[in-house]
């Protein structure tokens, strides 16, 4: 996964919420040319009402990790929590990593 | 990335917590010391009340762990305590006294997994455990899976067994282990006295590749988990982390911010793993002092991670491209090995870059990385 695309990740996540999000000058110039609109800064400050209309996104990335986002803990949704009226082997749920 | 951590807010979802540091093993890289159990360890009334208080707080996952947790009188009823509050619960254990009796402590516990350590072949785990300890925790493992247990296997690679990964998985796959986790050894603890097992930071570039490949086998029941230490980025950084999460990627660690880590005196941590010697700046306070929600809540708390800031990197990591994600890795691999929480050598990528390894890398490394290898090169020439 290159470098570009992870902030395209975050950027996403982030500007739900945020006003701005900080991200690096160099890349913010890289994410303003895809759209052809200087909404990033070289301070790497991009306004976020500025960049909602803004077509610069790379909406193949984003169809691909679209789903609701923090319903579930970072590393991978909780799995059903255990059925403790069901005798063993029950279900197990997905382990977190780490 | 800190901010993504700020945004789904800080929150103790996953616990590991040390039931007691008493342990019948002396393994020679256990990062804590284990032995003999602390003068202060909490009593049973007061784990019962800690199990309250993470519930309260929100946990979602909690795993026992010591020492060797089994040797706690009453394990199975601080797990079924946390699991009447609808918490996932599991255990890690070294097998070596592991009888029916535990297999139905687990059961009354109403345990989500159990895991067992087991670090190699019979002679690479012997020789860092104790001899006859392999043949009692491949017992443990074959009769918890053959009760229904739900059994996962905890991994720490060393120098002795580095070469054995893909046997141990296969081990592991034929003995029906649901969930393999591999680690690396950091020289805290009794591992500081044995450097000869330390794994050094390049064999990242064909460990990581090696678990990859493992993670890809389709068709395999068992999945390894690449452990919060074993990273980061490059070319096959996605295939280490789960794909269908919303962030495929690592986002440096979470101690203090969605992780803690209860000792079994009541001190409280970001991350167990964290070191409580030297001057204690990883102990943020002590459940018989305080609650549970003050130490997470105290201002200032887990300020290694919650207060990050891009001026604290070192070393490499202050120049690395993905230096805002990553915020050094593990703390405790960077604080064990250098000192320093922010500059971490056991980086998959960094050490690509180091060995001009740009094939395992998903792009080309930035000037300023590949400028501070030929600095230190030409440092050590002048030298």
Redesign the interface.
């Known amino acids: 996964m290159r470098e570009q695309e992870m902030w395209h990740i975050v950027w996403r996540i982030l500007s739900r919420t945020a006003r701005q999000v900080v991200i690096p000058a160099s890349l913010g110039l890289a994410l303003a040319s895809c759209g052809g609109r200087a909404i990033a800064t070289d301070t790497g400050t991009v306004d976020v009402e500025a960049a909602e209309t803004a077509p610069f996104l790379d909406q193949d990335v984003f169809a691909r990790y679209g789903a609701p986002l923090y319903a579930a803990p970072m590393y991978g949704a909780p799995g059903p929590a255990p059925d403790y009226a069901a005798p063993f082997p029950r279900p197990v749920p997905e382990p977190d990593a780490g | 990335?800190l901010?993504?951590?700020r945004?789904?807010g800080f929150s103790p979802?996953?616990c590991v917590w040390e039931l007691t540091l008493a342990c019948n093993l002396r393994c020679k890289h256990c990062g804590s010391n284990a032995g003999a159990r602390r003068d202060d360890e909490l009593n049973l009334e007061e784990c019962l009340d800690v199990a309250d208080q993470l519930a309260a707080l929100g946990c979602?996952?909690v795993t026992l762990a010591g020492g060797e947790p089994t040797l706690h009188p009453a394990w199975h009823e601080i797990g079924r305590r946390l699991?009447d509050h609808?918490i996932?619960v599991?255990i890690i254990s070294n097998g070596w006294h592991w009888t029916e009796r535990q297999i139905e402590q687990a059961?009354h516990a109403?345990l989500?997994?159990v895991a067992f350590s087991l670090d190699g072949l019979e002679q690479e785990h012997d020789s860092v455990r104790r001899p006859g300890s392999y043949g009692r925790v491949v017992a443990a493992i074959e009769s918890s899976v053959a009760?229904?247990?739900?059994t996962?296997v905890n991994t720490t690679i060393n120098s002795l067994n580095r070469h054995s990964v893909p046997q141990v998985h296969s081990f592991l796959v034929e003995h029906g282990v649901?969930?393999w986790?591999v680690q690396i050894g950091t020289p805290t603890g009794n591992l500081a006295h044995h450097p000869e097992l330390v794994l050094p930071p390049e064999d990242l570039l064909w460990l990581v590749p090696q678990l990859a490949e493992l993670r890809r086998l389709a068709d395999c029941p068992m999945?390894v988990?690449?452990?919060?230490d074993i990273g980061y980025?490059g070319r096959y950084?996605?295939d280490l982390?789960?794909r269908?999460?919303?962030?495929?990627?690592w986002?440096g660690c979470?101690a203090g911010c969605?992780v803690v880590g209860i000792e079994s005196n009541g001190n409280v941590k970001g991350c167990l793993s964290l070191p409580s010697y030297d001057d204690g700046r990883f102990v943020e306070g002590n459940l018989r002092q305080s609650r549970l929600e003050q130490l997470w809540r105290r201002p200032g708390g887990f300020a290694y991670n919650r207060e990050f800031t891009e001026e604290q990197l070192g070393g490499f990591c202050a120049v690395c491209?993905?230096r805002?994600?990553c915020r050094g890795g593990c703390s405790w691999t960077a604080f064990g090995h250098t000192g320093d929480r922010f500059d971490n050598p056991y980086c998959f990528y960094r050490q690509a870059v180091e060995h001009g390894r740009r094939d395992l890398l998903?792009?080309d490394p930035t000037a300023p990385e590949t400028a501070f290898f030929d600095r230190r090169s030409d440092d050590v020439t002048a030298a």
Request: charged share 25%; no cysteine; net charge positive.
């Open positions: 990335m901010e993504l951590l945004q789904a979802r996953t979602q996952q699991t609808r996932r599991n059961r109403r989500m997994g009760a229904g247990l739900p996962a649901f969930g986790q999945k988990h690449p452990a919060d980025y950084e996605q982390r789960d269908a999460s919303v962030v495929p990627f986002i979470r969605q491209r993905y805002l994600f998903s792009e």
